[in-house]
């Protein structure tokens, strides 16, 4: 049997506009993501990976071409339940502790609080961070906060997570304990994972690397 295909693109593309010149960030990317998928997307800063994982989360409309999600369902149906997002700079809401930035996407998706504070503790719980659950983000490490944040996109056992970046402000030992979390509360499941990433030790670490050049996509190893 196939594998479920989280996103399908074909001949997809995404032209911006600075003032009035149009500026193409992607071109004619035709590609899958599976389940259990583990691809690195590595490329040059402004190569277009970060507008790749945009379109493959339903956060940004390609321009040119088209974009699904066979086995996820609608665009509108997406995040937080289906896709889960990992961002480079710190995303977590200053005025809550970490348990509460954590539960706060499955409130805002209609969990009751009840079903949102058990599953937020078992992804705090899940990397390592259950000591820290009441702490605000000053109070965090800046390895602990972005580990808060992938608890955050693991609450809601996506199907697909996005990570852009995650360890590009963190120091080489604290990138690689985060991946090494990350990827051991994934390893039961089938929830694809794609990283763009900038760091070489993390992309050897999965099983696919894709390379965006110029905008285009170029296969690396498989």
């Known amino acids: 049997m196939m594998a479920d295909i989280f996103v399908r693109?074909?001949?997809m593309g995404r032209i911006y506009l600075q003032g009035?010149?149009?500026?193409?960030a992607l071109a004619s990317v035709t590609c899958e993501v599976g389940a259990g998928d583990r691809?690195?997307?590595v490329g040059p800063s402004g190569s277009g990976k970060s507008t790749l994982l945009h379109l493959m989360g339903g956060v940004?409309?390609?321009?040119e071409g088209d974009i699904a999600w066979p086995a996820l369902g609608a665009k509108e149906t997406l995040r937080p339940q289906k896709v889960g997002y990992v961002f480079q700079t710190q995303s977590?809401?200053?005025?809550?502790?970490?348990?509460?930035?954590?539960?706060?996407?499955?409130?805002?998706a209609g969990a009751s609080p009840e079903e949102a504070r058990a599953a937020a503790l078992k992804a705090l719980t899940d990397m390592g961070l259950e000591s820290i659950a009441d702490k605000l983000p000053e109070e965090l490490s800046g390895g602990q906060a972005q580990?808060?944040?992938v608890a955050r996109a693991l609450s809601s056992r996506p199907r697909l997570i996005l990570a852009d970046e995650p360890t590009g402000e963190l120091d080489h030992?604290?990138?690689?304990?985060?991946?090494?979390v990350l990827l051991a509360s994934l390893a039961a499941s089938d929830t694809a994972l794609v990283v763009a990433t900038h760091?070489?030790?993390?992309?050897?670490?999965?099983?696919t690397v894709w390379r965006v050049q110029h905008g285009r996509l170029e296969r690396g190893r498989s």
Do not use: C, G, Y
Request: net charge negative; glycine share 0%.
């Open 39 to 41: 691809i690195a997307v």
């Open 92 to 108: 977590l809401l200053a005025p809550l502790t970490a348990l509460e930035n954590t539960e706060l996407p499955l409130l805002l």
């Open 173 to 180: 030992p604290t990138a690689q304990h985060l991946f090494d």
């Open 147 to 149: 580990r808060v944040a």
């Open 199 to 207: 760091d070489s030790a993390i992309a050897e670490r999965m099983n």
């Open 60 to 63: 940004d409309t390609p321009t």
């Open 20 to 24: 009035k010149v149009p500026v193409r």
């Open 9 to 11: 693109t074909n001949n």
